[in-house]
């Protein structure tokens, strides 16, 4: 993800000095920007991840020092300073292409380390869940594993902008869905953050792992292109909760899920784990579209019908997926152009906002007959 583009001066507020720079050395002898608990952690395991090919930032190499000691800059100006957000998930570099990695700590138990390794070796359209690179043992921990994977970001970040954007994302995770349940495994933790997508061709020049709205040495705000046309792709991630079932077995199960609301979820009365999964999707299309947005009209008779709070009512992956796909055959092509309007847009705001659609649809057609 490095950029190639020509780097910007920084602003003049990058520089302290007087009262803000004794207050900057300060705060970094008192050990503000130290490593957390959690990043020493990585830090460990510094040495040996690069022995395997991966790179982990500055910030985690042995007897790291903050870079802006015995200068004038600000901390937030300087890489080293931030700081994971997610504990448990490290970015680094793979050595040997360049590429952003993703490699996550994971107890190994249950079912998880099986199941991502398993649909990572099935080459298949259908499949969208997190492709796993390699799966390293801890140095450590011997009950510990180091899962590395393709750096992904949060699906719903940048917004959805159009209509069709809204539509590719339903393709794809129904799809997804259809794809899992089919081969006996239910995910049992489908939620908004648990859904990623590839943004590479969102962000060409890249952007920072971690400040992920700024280019990659976090100097400098970074906007994306367009998802139309670019052919983004959403992936299922996290099997830590899924279970895969025998061929014959029962589907029923107990205990936690992951953050929906589902209604008959028990530790004592067992329930189907694939209509749980059916529920949790709803709800993802539900808080992000339904909530948001007037004009997806036409998904809600689909998130309804997940939705339901008798799971027997509830249809099954594959008829979800088949009645999304008749559904979609009548959409118009004009349809997934067309701007998603904001539930909380005022009319002055929603009237500006539509004329701008408008004439951006009367170019689309112009380039059409023109070229």
């Known amino acids: ?49 690069e022995d395997h090919g991966y790179l982990m930032r500055p910030r985690y190499s042995p007897g790291w020092k903050p870079s802006w000691l015995n200068t004038n800059l600000a901390p937030i100006f300087c890489e080293d300073s931030i700081m994971l957000v997610d504990y448990q998930v490290l970015d680094a570099t793979r050595l040997e292409d360049g590429e952003l ?39 450590f921990e011997p009950r510990r594993g180091l899962m590395v994977m393709p750096y992904l970001r949060p699906c719903n970040n940048p917004g959805f902008s159009t209509v069709g954007d809204v539509i590719e994302f339903v393709d794809q995770t129904l799809e997804g869905l259809a794809f899992m349940h089919k081969l006996n495994i239910a995910h049992r933790d489908i939620a908004v953050s648990n859904i990623m997508m590839d943004a590479t061709t969102l962000y060409p020049n890249g ?32 099997f830590g909760l899924s279970s895969w079932f025998k061929p014959g ?11 929906a609301e ?8 067992p329930y189907d784990a694939f209509k749980v999964d059916i529920y949790a999707l709803g709800y993802v299309y539900a808080k992000e579209f339904d909530n948001k947005y007037k004009n997806i009209d036409f ?37 997934f152009r067309w701007r998603l309007v904001p ?24 380039k059409k007959l023109v070229g």
């Open 299 to 335: 998904l809600l008779p689909l998130i309804e019908r997940m939705k339901r709070q008798r799971p027997e009512e509830r249809p099954t992956a594959e008829q979800v997926l088949q009645e999304w796909q008749q559904k979609r055959a009548t959409l118009h092509d004009s349809l």
């Open 262 to 269: 589902v209604p008959e979820v028990s530790d004592t009365v």
């Open 1 to 49: 993800m490095a950029s190639s583009a020509r780097p910007k001066r920084l602003p003049n507020h990058a520089y302290l000095n007087g009262k803000a720079l004794e207050v900057s050395k300060l705060r970094t002898a008192q050990g503000l920007y130290n490593l957390a608990p959690k990043e020493l952690f990585w830090q460990a395991r510094y040495r040996y991840l």
């Open 207 to 238: 952007h920072h792992p971690v400040r992920i709205g700024y280019t990659p040495d976090a100097l400098h705000p970074v906007s994306p292109l367009p998802r139309a046309g670019r052919n983004v792709q959403y992936y299922y991630i996290d």
């Open 249 to 259: 077995s029962s589907s029923h199960v107990l205990g936690k899920v992951g953050r």
């Open 101 to 139: 990695v993703a490699i996550k700590s994971f107890i190994k138990k249950d079912q998880e380390e099986v199941i991502a390794q398993f649909f990572a070796s099935v080459r298949d359209p259908r499949n969208h869940c997190v492709r796993v690179h390699q799966i390293l043992p801890d140095p």
């Open 343 to 366: 539930k909380a847009e005022q009319t002055i705001e929603r009237v500006v906002n539509d004329t701008v659609a408008v004439a951006w649809e009367g170019i689309y057609h112009l």
